[in-house]
């Protein structure tokens, strides 16, 4: 998949492992899970080849987040995202757009 970030503090903790904003910073643990969720994300050719990964709890929200899916990153966090195709068979492609990293419980 085309992964995209619809925020650089999240761009900034993929390519560098940290966050120029202080407000998103989160311990090395979360962001190496991080980087190895999106880096699943971005090896898979469609949103289908995620579902075998159970460690990814891959599930399509509802309620006020409907709308988003997302993938878990560990018990505590999860990535929520947007999914899109592009194109057409057999030359389509999936867009994922990355639209936020978030404590589940909260």
Known sequence: MEIKFEKDYLEQL???GKARNKKYRFQNTVIKKYKN????LRVAN???DLYPI???NYEKLKGDKN???SIRVDQ???IEF???IEGE???YITICSIVELSNHYK
């Not at 969720?37 to 699943?40: E, F, R, T």
Request: proline share 4%; net charge negative.
């Open 14 to 16: 993929y390519e560098n």
């Open 67 to 69: 709308g988003l899916e």
């Open 46 to 48: 469609q949103i289908e």
């Open 82 to 84: 947007i999914s899109s």
């Open 37 to 40: 969720a999106i880096d699943k």
């Open 89 to 91: 068979e057999p030359n």
């Open 76 to 78: 505590k966090f999860r």
């Open 54 to 56: 159970k460690s990814l």
